[in-house]
Nanobody, 121 residues
């Protein structure tokens, strides 16, 4: 019923920038929070940044000052602007949508399929 589709990943050189996007589609009434997680090979998935419908944000210490999360509630879309990228930012980035209320009176959390971000020269 609800799908999250990420886009914008790719290969970028160290110090470069990239913006990734995630669109949630389906019979959505509201989404409380949206966010980005990442998982590097051999590591656990970790929170990168989150944003509530009211605009409150939180970031992992490792990305503060470099990454910016934003959201368009009308479009059910969340963005992650990544600047000053480092090789250690290389990972699959996953979009999340928490407390999604649908027209079918269901409330669930959803994940996207992920988009690869590779930072390498």
């Amino acid at each position: 019923q609800v799908q999250l589709v990420e886009s914008g990943g790719g290969l970028v050189q160290p110090g470069g920038s990239l913006r990734i996007s995630c669109v949630a589609s389906g019979s959505i009434i509201s989404i409380y929070a949206m966010g980005w997680y990442r998982q590097a090979p051999g590591k656990q998935r970790e929170l990168v940044a989150g944003i509530t419908s009211g605009g409150s944000t939180n970031y992992a210490d490792s990305v503060k000052g470099r990454f910016t999360i934003s959201r368009d509630n009308a479009k059910n879309t969340v963005y992650l602007q990544m600047n000053s990228l480092k090789p250690e930012d290389t990972a699959v980035y996953y979009c999340s949508a928490d407390h999604v209320v649908t027209a079918f009176r269901e409330t669930k959390d959803y994940w996207g399929q992920g988009t690869q971000v590779t930072v390498s020269s």
